[in-house]
Each structure stands twice: as C-alpha cells, then as structure tokens.
C-alpha cells in the first residue's frame, strides 16, 4: 500500500515536472512570439552595451542598473514584458563579486575561494565535485547570481598554459568527469553553469587572434570528448565559445562546433554565449548557434536588427537564439522571482573548501616517514620561503575570487601547537614587508600578481638554524592567471636563488641528521627533477582556496592522510612535452590588428596530435619525475582482482577489492587503463578509462570497487569513417594507483569491428597537417 501510494507520488511528480517544462518551453515561445525585432537584440546582446566601456578598464559590472557589483556581466531588462535582468558571474574557483555594495555599506558579499581546479581534480573524487558544486550553487544563488562562468575544462596540453590551475588536467575523461559533477551539484539548486571555453582554448597567448590546427582525431578524442562528457552527463544550461580559431573558424562563429556537434550530435538543449569580446562577425556568430554576445558592447546597438534587415541574418536565425536564451532565462532565480538573501551560509562553504583541500593535495615523495610530523615538544619547525608566509590561494584574472581572508602555512601549523622558530619568522616578515614596499603598484588589478624574489641565507645562518630545529620546511610558489603563459625560466624552472637555497637548506638539515620537506604552493606545474633527491619529503598542496594554510597543516601532522593524485604529467625537462615545440605557436605575417592582452594574428599546429601528457610520455618511453595519476598516501593500499565480464555490443562490467593493508586510516584512486589493439587506427599505450576514489579505509579494512564501461567509454575515433570505433583484436584493462604501477590485469579480445557511433564529418583543418605517429617519431 505505502509502495504504492509512492509509486502514484512519483509519477504525480514526475508529471508536474514535464507540465513545468512544457509551460518554461511554451512561456518562451509566446514571450518570442511578443517580441519586437529591436527587443529581440536586446535579448542577444549583454547590457554593456549600454554602459560607456574604456580599454583596460575594468569592466565589472558596476551599481549602474545592475544588482551584484562586480559579477562579469548581466542580461538587459525587458520592462515592458517584465523580464528580469539575469546575472553572470565567474569563476572557476569561487563566486567572483564585489564584497562591497555601495547601498548597503556595512554589510560585506565575500565569497569563498575554493582551490582551483588543478587540486579539484587531484581528489578524483566526484562526489566531492558535487558538494563544491552545491556549495559554489549557494552562495551564488543567495548573493544575486544566476549563471556562474565556471566549470573550466580546457585541456593542460602544454605546463606554461597560463591559465592551467583554472583547468583541470591533461587527461579529457578526468576532465569531463569532473566538470560533469561539478555541473550536476550547482544546477542541482537551479543555478546555471557556464562550461567553458569551449574549445581547444589551451594557451593564453594571443588567445584572441591564434588559431589553433587541430587534427580531426585529437580533436575528438582529447579537446572535445571533456565536453562532450559533461553535456551529455549534466546537461549545462550553459556553453561559453572560446576566443581562439579552430582549423581557421573563430569557436564563436563556428557552426560545426555550436551546432552540428554540440547540439545536433550531444543534444546539447541550453544556450551558448560567447567569452567576452570574442570574435568578430556578429551575424556569423548568431547563425553559428552562438546565441548571446558577452558582455555586450555600444557598437552591438543595431547590429542585429541591421543585420536582420540586409540578409545576413534571418528572422528565423535570430529566433532561434533568442529562444535558446528565453528557455534558460525562465529557470533563473531573477526570472522566478527569487530573493537573495545576502548572507549565504559562508560556514557550510568553508568546510567544504577545506575538506576538499586537503583531499586534493598530492604526497610526492615521503622518504622513511619523514611526515607525518610529530607533534611533542621537542619539535621546532623552521619555516623558509616567501609562501610559508604569505600562501597563494588562488590564481589571478577572472579565476580570482574576492575572498574575506586566506590562511597562511605558518597560521595553519600555529594552529596546531607546533613550535615555529621566531628567529626565521620574524626574519621573513621584515623581509616581506621591505621587499613588498619597494614593488611598483600593480599596473591592472586583473594582471598576474609578482612573486617575490627569495629571500637569502648563508650556509652558517643556515646552519644555526639546522641546529636549534628538528626539521626545515621550504615552500616554493608559483602564480599565473588570464592574458599570460608562464615562462619556461624563472617560472616552470626553479630561480637561481630557489635553487641556492633549496640546496643549502637540505645541506644544513642533512649535516645534522635532520630531515627537510619542500610544499609546493603552484598552480601549474614547475621543474622537479633536478632537485627532488634533496628533499626527504615532498607535497604538492596546489592553491588551496582560502583554507589552504589549514589543510595543508593537518596533512603535515597527519591528522589528514594525503589521497590526491596527479591529473598531469611532472616531466623531467619543459622540452620533453611534444607540445613544446611549437608552444605558443607563431605570429603570422598580414597582421592587421595591433598587439595588445588580445594579441597578434598567428596560429600553432597542434603536431603531438593525440599524443598529450601521459598518451606521449607513456607511448614513446619518455621518462617522468612523476606520472599521471601518481601520489602517496601514509598507509598503503593492496588492490586485487574481482569479477570481470563483457558483452558482444561491447560493455565491460569490472570490479575488484581494495585493501589498506598499512596502520593509518586513508583513501585510494583505483584507476582503470584499457590498451587497444591497432588495426586500422595506432592507439597510445593506455588511456585512462574510469576511476574511482574509494571512501575512507580503516588499517584492514576493504571495499569492494565496481566499474562499468560502454562500448562509448573506450572507443577511439576515426577520422576516415567519421566514427567511434572497436577494434578488433586483444585488449588489455590495467588495474592500478597510478599510471605506472599497476596491480593487475584483465584480458579480453573482440572478434569483428564495432561501430559505436557515427558522427558528422566537421572541423577539418583547411590545410594538410603532419601530426606525431608511432612511425614519424
Ligand atoms: C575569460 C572568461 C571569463 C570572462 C568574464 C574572460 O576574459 O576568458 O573565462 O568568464 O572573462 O570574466
């Protein structure tokens, strides 16, 4: 009886959904129907179109007509049919608005940086994806914003990418698995998301005029297929263009990317708005399926309806924009009438940071237990580095947040009782506070921050130092953000005076028989190699968000236990990525627009193919400081083989046992890499297929880790066949914690080629390109 009366509520439910959404489609259509073709560009275009706009300005919206200052951008109001203004905001690591509003003066909008998104992936954990999600959803909703910017899942196709520590790895499934989870936690409280920048949007260097030439397999298979896994997986409300050229078409104004594969081919039902400023021929854009311009500038006044009137855009064209828009618009807290409360709960969303956090940061090396620390009171740290002060928490441009306070590796560690010695504090502080002061201002508040040089020590300061310590901690730091790639020297290499110090603190340490750890406070990832044999232990603790300083600390005593796990690749040389050769690519001669952060007209051919991060270094035996997938954790996992079975249409059902077979209480990655057989296709090495971030395991205890794959999960694409394709033959699924240590395998072999999927033949590069194989190399 009860089961029944459930039954009927479910299915009353799910029709009250299916009535809401026919009414949002039909509520659309009359509104359409309504419209003015004057109101109808209205609904395309951004409402700064309406604001006096300077270059190099920052362009936040400000109090003027606007309700949440500093968000990127908002929607125009229609008065006459009460449509509400509908408010973007970014970013990536937390709701980026200004803490201040001139009307209400002693209140404050501070939102909660989270860790960027480099450490988000390390956790490979989705499910805390969701909960950032639901947390970023929140206070979002409760500050005044419908749609926020954010997720970001570029590829890292190259470390100097400036804006790497926004994205969220080398890898497309880690990346649309991540995205996707993020996506089902935000919407999930009827906020918007914004994927971006979709696509092929992997360095910053010209970012506005480069055209990046891609072939049509790594296209598929490494720039689109994170997408495709989060439209497909999440449904977004939203889809932000890139500014970059695809194979010599704008993102912004390209069919086949908006179009013929985003919604035609993964049905994608939202709308698509372009990065800010993008592109360039507005009618082209519109007819492409980029629905909205962002943020909206004077010269778009007319345009459309201009547009409209000469041909070069039809009436249907244009409708079919404003549509897309209004569908989504009607699900927005403005357009429901929503009233933000102002004070969201900042607590709930700071627990989530830290928990995360810690999850994220990623143990490199631990040499005869150097950590965790001890806490007794014999123990005195001494703290090196400008960053075990001052602690980056996250990067810059609209990948900022503007954070009420972020916490510091020395507050973190104060907060634990732990001895910190006063001589190298109160040393750094003085230091920091000169060396600061003498900085020129920064020219624009949007550009990336200046680290500051290293402060010196002698080898007999040093060794003072060593003598009274037990144990010396050295953080490095590193900072990147919008407009800029970072630099192959002092910047992906360690400085001269990092390596000095580096070595003389190890030196010190070690001539007492003391030991040295090195954190890494970065957002994209640094030389390791050459130094790494001088540290007893070392952790990546990425920009941890505003908790940084705290969970890095409660790694360092071990009332945490690291379980993050590398999204990319630690070369051993810059050189070493294919990519290198030709990053950021080359300007172009017939250039007609002056250079500027938008940049010069030029392109860079994407030669590695299919062959980025772990594809390349794995394939071609290139070795590695540290691999894909790879961290440590305080105790030690077994992981062993389950049940394994596979159907003709080629689905795979996997499980296997994991066991902390050590005496701490942690969590571990199981990752699944599947080798494919070559026949008409060369495939890499492995790919990661799945993974699964296990719960928390007591010393002894197991879980048992189920995965299921479809023929889609681990197909490969063929350009000549416009298909995703099996091969036949022998197929291997490698079951481990990392790339390179794998605990076991399974076997299985397919007969006949399948055609999993048949797509549109599109984005073909305009000109022959050569591109890495196994055979050219
Ligand atoms: C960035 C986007 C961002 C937008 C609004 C652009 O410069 O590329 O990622 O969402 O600005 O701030």
């Known amino acids: 009886m009860k089961f029944l009366h459930k039954k009927k509520q479910f299915f009353a439910l799910l029709l009250l959904l299916f009535v809401k959404s026919l009414y949002a489609q039909q509520t659309s259509e009359i509104l359409l129907s309504k419209l003015s073709l004057e109101e109808k560009e209205r609904i395309v275009i951004g409402s700064e179109m309406e604001i006096p706009w300077s270059e190099g300005g920052d362009t936040g919206v400000g ?4 309700n949440v200052p500093g968000a990127a951008g908002k929607s125009l109001a229609n008065e006459r049919l009460n449509l509400p203004v509908v408010i973007f905001a970014d970013g990536p690591a937390g709701v980026r608005i200004n803490p201040h509003r001139a009307s209400v003066p002693d209140k404050t909008f501070y939102a909660t940086a989270f860790p960027v998104a480099s450490l988000l992936a390390s956790t490979f954990n989705t499910e805390l994806m969701r909960q ?10 409760e500050y005044g914003v419908d749609i926020l910017l954010a997720p970001a899942l570029n590829i890292h196709r190259n470390p100097l990418g400036g804006r790497n520590f926004e994205y969220y790895s080398e890898d497309p499934l880690l990346s649309g698995k991540m995205a996707s989870a993020f996506t089902n936690g935000v919407q999930s409280l009827g906020i918007g998301v914004s ?5 092929v949007n992997n360095q910053e260097t010209n970012r506005s005029r480069i055209n990046a030439i891609v072939d049509e397999r790594a296209l598929r298979e490494i720039y689109l297929k994170g997408f495709e896994i989060t439209v497909k997986e999440s449904k977004p409300w939203t889809v932000m263009s ?10 912004s104004e390209s069919y086949d990317l908006l179009t013929t594969i985003l919604r035609e081919e993964w049905g994608f039902k939202g709308f698509v708005m372009t990065d800010w400023f993008a592109g360039e021929n507005v009618p082209q854009q519109l007819k492409a399926g980029n629905d909205l311009l962002m943020p909206g500038t004077p010269n778009h006044k007319n345009m459309i309806v201009n547009a409209v009137k000469k041909g070069l855009l039809t009436e249907k064209e244009l409708d079919r924009n404003v549509k897309s828009i209004l569908d989504i618009y009607q699900k927005t807290p403005s357009f429901l009438g929503y009233k933000p409360s102002g004070t969201p709960d900042l607590k709930a969303s700071q627990k989530i940071a830290k928990e995360t956090a810690t999850e994220g940061m990623v143990l490199l090396k631990n040499d005869e237990n150097t950590l965790p620390l001890t806490i007794n009171k014999s123990q005195k740290l001494a703290l090196f580095g400008v960053a075990s002060y001052e602690t980056i928490a996250v990067g810059t441009g609209s990948g900022n947040v503007n954070m009420a306070y972020s916490t510091s590796l020395l507050e973190g560690l104060e907060k634990k009782n732990l001895f910190i010695d006063n001589s190298v504090k109160e040393g750094y502080v003085e230091y920091i506070e000169k060396t600061k002061a003498a900085l020129p201002p920064k020219a624009w508040s949007f550009g990336p921050d200046k680290i500051l040089p290293e402060k010196k020590w002698t080898s007999e300061e040093l060794d003072v130092i060593a003598q009274k310590t037990s144990m010396g901690i050295f953080t490095v730091n590193r900072t990147s953000g919008e407009f800029y790639d970072r630099q192959q020297g002092y910047d992906f290499y360690l400085s001269k005076e990092e390596q000095t ?3 003389k603190i190890s030196e010190a340490y070690h001539k007492h028989h003391k030991k040295m750890v090195v954190v890494l406070n970065i957002g994209g990832v640094i030389e390791t190699n050459s130094w790494k044999k001088d540290a007893d232990a070392i952790l990546l603790m990425w920009q941890g968000g505003q908790e940084g300083g705290n969970a890095v600390a409660d790694i360092l005593v071990g009332e945490r236990n690291p379980s993050g796990k590398l999204p990319m690749t630690f070369p051993i040389q810059y050189m070493d990525h294919y990519s290198s050769i030709n990053f950021p690519g080359k300007e172009l001669v017939d250039n007609p627009y002056p250079s ?3 940049g010069v007209k030029s392109e860079v051919i994407y030669e590695e193919g299919i062959y980025v991060g772990y594809r390349y270094f794995n394939t071609f035996n290139v070795p590695v400081s540290y691999p894909f997938g790879f961290g440590l954790s305080y105790t030690d996992f077994e992981i062993s083989k389950g049940d394994f079975k596979t159907t003709k249409d080629g689905k795979l059902e996997l499980s296997c046992w994991v066991k902390n077979i050590g005496n701490k209480a942690g969590k571990e990655v199981v990752q699944f890499y599947i080798s494919s057989p070559e026949v008409e296709l060369e495939k890499p090495t492995k790919e990661l297929r799945a993974f699964v971030k296990t719960k928390q395991l007591k010393p002894g205890e197991k879980q048992e880790v189920k995965v299921i794959l479809n023929a889609t999960d681990y197909a490969s694409f063929s350009p000549k066949r416009s298909a995703w394709i099996l091969e036949s033959g022998i197929y291997n699924i490698e079951v481990g914690n990392s790339i390179d240590h ?6 299985f072999k397919r007969n006949e080629l399948l055609e999993v999927l048949k797509t549109t033949k599109s984005l073909v590069p305009k000109r022959e390109i050569s591109v890495l194989t196994k055979k050219s190399k």
Do not use: S
Not at 195 to 199: D, L, R, S, T, W
Not at 242 to 251: D, F, M, P, Q, R
């Open 596 to 598: 500027g952060t938008v």
């Open 195 to 199: 994927v971006k920048h979709y696509a």
């Open 742 to 747: 794998i605990f076991f395998k399974e076997t």
């Open 501 to 503: 110090l580096l070595k």
């Open 242 to 251: 890139a500014y970059n050229k695809v194979n010599g078409v704008y993102a």
């Open 132 to 141: 950032v999600g639901k947390a970023f959803a929140h206070e979002a909703k």
């Open 63 to 66: 109090e003027v007509g606007g």
